[in-house]
């Protein structure tokens, strides 16, 4: 029989490979063919496998990774992202307020000005807070909307008349604190927690669909950026079905350029607040639109839009927001215990894979004495789940979970809200949160994850970095030496640990024959930079399913161009996404 191999699709020669497979560590070339990895060695070894069709790559001595899968993200909840100014990464105040200057000089009549999470004002030289003040005097001219995490926003007076505060047309949600002054006039400072804000967001001018398809594209694009390859959308405000339209249309225009898996719920966004029901995510699952948990939408690569089942919100009433801020939310133990038990043996009995957000040990014990009940009557026998978060999770809960089959998703948010936490809780108790070395010591897949974009930055280089050096974004101590991780640790947990969660970990983490071609070229040696340059890390090649999907420098012309963005007054036109000082 004819050999029909012809030859490699794609090879990249002169790398410094850290393949994470145990049997071949290193190597210096790879070959890729049908969006597979087909082998991997040396550079004589793997150009020997060109053919007259192979795209060869020369990474000129660069190192070259698995691709980064951020395994807790909220990119559907990005379609806004054009219309944002971001502030990731923003290095001063003083600059923060001129980049909002600046996008108001140019946002036209009937928009807003906004900047929507994922920045800290410990990452400022200034170390605090904008005042309205400052905000007034930068965006005199349109409404305004600058969202801290989940903590906080601030609204100018424009802002404030157009939405009605404090008039029946502004909703009275629970949860929130609108400031006054001693006068009793509202300030613009608004309080609240999760639900506030998203429920504030719909209110604001959103983009049209094929505005929302260009902004997740320049959102994904930031993403590939920094060498990421995969991410699992930790559930939408907009959910499945309808809120998946979107992803289509990417998948049409050849914009979905990251793999997607996803969770769901059902949300409902009412003129009292949020309404999330296990009973109409199963209907929806399993009438509405069936869908089985591990399958696939996307028509061409594995793992490339592919339900995974239920998450990542338990329920308004028993949600715990991890504002570091504010002393923790504990729940009625009693409440959760009772929801748990009646709501996930529904979820168990079909199969139905679950990730719950719980950043406190004192609500992650009612939820597993509710699970462990659960286990004895619907026996969760493999299934798959998680927590989310899980700050403070104890040692004894660590083990609860490992012997109920579950796993740890943990999030950089302490990277960039670690100095909040310190001064809520004491420097002592965040040297130790999350408790790294004692979860991986247990042996239960654990993953780190960024839980961009609202509520922290989904630069994962940001959260390596931390989990490294233990410093947060303003350079202080938030994580003890004893707690940190190794290099090769960090990066295992969000490739190989991150593959855990979407049933992947057998395709996706290793440059390793049989592995999925998704990998990056780094711009300096994560392996061996000083400390403080982790975090400067971003990638200048990264691949997806053996195609090139981001380009820099000498790379950037083997990239496929995105459209114009959209709309032409766009902030991410003139500062692009995560800060660029260049």
């Given amino acids: 029989m004819q050999d029909t191999f012809v030859g490699a699709d794609l090879i990249v020669h002169n790398a410094r490979i850290t393949t994470q497979n145990l049997a071949q560590p290193e190597a210096a070339a790879l070959a890729v063919k049908r969006g597979r990895i087909y082998a991997v060695g040396s550079d004589a070894e793997i ?28 990119l559907l909840n990005s379609k806004f992202y054009n219309y944002e100014t971001r502030w990731d990464g923003v290095p001063t105040l003083t600059r923060a307020l001129e980049m909002l200057h600046e996008q108001a000089e140019r946002t036209p009549e009937g928009q807003w000005v906004r900047v929507s999470g994922g920045w800290s004002p410990h990452q400022f030289e200034e170390d605090r807070l904008p005042t309205m003040e400052e905000l007034e005097r930068a965006v005199p001219n349109r409404p305004l909307h600058v969202q801290y995490a989940y903590n906080q926003a601030f609204m100018n007076a424009q802002a404030m008349e157009q939405l009605g505060v404090g008039t029946s047309a502004f909703p009275d949600l629970p949860g929130m604190v609108f400031e006054k002054d001693q006068d009793g006039r509202y300030t613009g400072v608004l309080y609240g927690n999760t639900f506030t804000f998203i429920t504030v967001e719909t ?65 409902a966004i009412t003129s009292s607040g949020f309404e999330i029901n296990v009973d109409d995510a199963i209907e929806t699952i399993t009438k509405k639109a069936p869908i089985s948990p591990g399958q696939n939408l996307h028509p061409r690569w594995l793992h490339g839009h592919e339900y995974e089942g239920y998450g990542e919100a338990l329920g308004p009433e028993l949600h715990d927001h991890e504002d570091f801020d504010q002393p923790a939310i504990i729940i009625d133990p009693e409440l959760m215990r009772s929801k748990v038990e009646e709501d996930f043996a529904k979820l168990v009995k079909r199969r139905i894979p679950f990730r ?31 927590i989310e978060h899980a700050e403070t999770i104890s040692p004894e809960n660590i083990a609860r979970v490992r012997k109920l089959g579950g796993a740890v998703a943990l999030d950089g948010k302490m990277a960039v809200h670690g100095d909040s936490f310190v001064k809520t809780y004491s420097r002592e108790k965040a040297l ?72 992947s970990e057998h395709e996706k983490g290793r440059i390793a024959p049989g592995n999925l071609a998704d990998f990056a070229v780094l711009n300096a040696d994560y392996f061996s930079v000083p400390d403080d340059e982790i975090r400067g890390i971003s ?19 083997l990239a496929p161009e995105l459209p114009e963005v959209m709309p032409a007054w766009s902030p991410v036109k003139y500062f692009g996404g995560y800060y660029d000082a260049s």
């Avoid at 989990?467 to 190989?496: C, M, P, W």
Wanted: charged letters at 20%; a negative charge; one cysteine or more.
């Fill in 47 to 74: 150009l020997a496998l060109k053919g007259q069709g192979t795209k060869v790559i020369d990474a000129g001595g660069l190192r070259l990774i698995p691709g980064l899968e951020d395994a807790h993200l909220h």
């Fill in 432 to 503: 130790q949160t999350p408790p790294f070395r004692l979860l991986l010591q247990s042996g239960i897949p654990v993953a780190l994850t960024t839980d961009g974009y609202r509520a922290s930055s989904y630069h994962p280089w940001t959260a390596i970095s931390w989990a490294v050096t233990g410093k947060s974004v303003s350079g202080s101590e938030v994580l003890g030496s004893d707690n940190r991780l190794s290099r090769a640790e960090a990066l295992k947990l969000f490739t190989l640990g991150a593959a855990w969660f979407d049933n």
């Fill in 356 to 386: 719950v957000h719980l950043s406190y040990n004192e609500n992650i014990t009612p939820f597993l004495d509710a699970l462990e009940k659960v286990n004895q009557q619907a026996p969760l026998d493999g299934l798959r789940w998680s």
């Fill in 539 to 557: 990638s200048v090649l990264t691949v997806v399913d053996g195609r090139v999907v981001f380009g820099e420098g000498e790379y950037r012309d």
């Fill in 203 to 267: 209110m604001l001018p959103a983009p049209g669909f094929e505005e929302q398809v260009n902004s997740l594209g320049q959102a994904i694009r930031d993403l590939n950026r920094f060498g990421v390859t995969s991410v699992i959308d930790c559930a939408s405000s907009e959910p499945y079905p309808e809120g998946h339209n979107i992803v289509g249309a990417l998948i049409k225009d050849d914009l979905l350029r990251v793999r997607l898996p996803f969770i769901d719920i059902q949300i």
